[in-house]
Nanobody
Framework: QVQLVESGGGLVQAGGSLGLSCLASGRFFTLNAMAWYRQAPGKERELVAH???????NFTDSVKGRFTISRDNAKNTVSLQMNNLKAEDTAVYYC???????????????WGQGTQVTVST
């Protein structure tokens, strides 16, 4: 059973910083793309940052220059550093991973449980 466990999040004032981390555990061959999504109340879930294996990170326009995404393949983690936070960044943030259980196996996707980020003004 592959699982994602997120940590971080919480309440921060506008202009502040916060970091999220996501740990993948269980039996898998490789983690491919790793990403962070978010969902604000009454809105659809949106992609925030995406980092393919060995690839270049990309971000949704609203967070460019403020958020960074990184991964540690040795520790099976993906992190999201959020700086200069704004009220509109308030949302539940979800970790997402695309993985393979075996070499040449099908790509499977898994979501974290979500962590709340609240930015106060």
């Amino acid at each position: 059973q592959v699982q994602l466990v997120e940590s971080g999040g919480g309440l921060v004032q506008a202009g502040g910083s916060l970091g999220l981390s996501c740990l993948a555990s269980g039996r898998f061959f490789t983690l491919n793309a790793m990403a962070w999504y978010r969902q604000a109340p009454g809105k659809e879930r949106e992609l925030v940052a995406h980092l393919p294996s060995g690839g270049i990170a990309n971000f949704t326009d609203s967070v460019k220059g403020r958020f960074t995404i990184s991964r540690d393949n040795a520790k099976n983690t993906v992190s999201l550093q959020m700086n200069n936070l704004k009220a509109e960044d308030t949302a539940v943030y979800y970790c997402f991973v695309l993985f393979q259980r075996s070499p040449g196996g099908a790509f499977e996707r898994i979501w974290g449980q979500g962590t709340q980020v609240t930015v106060s003004t």
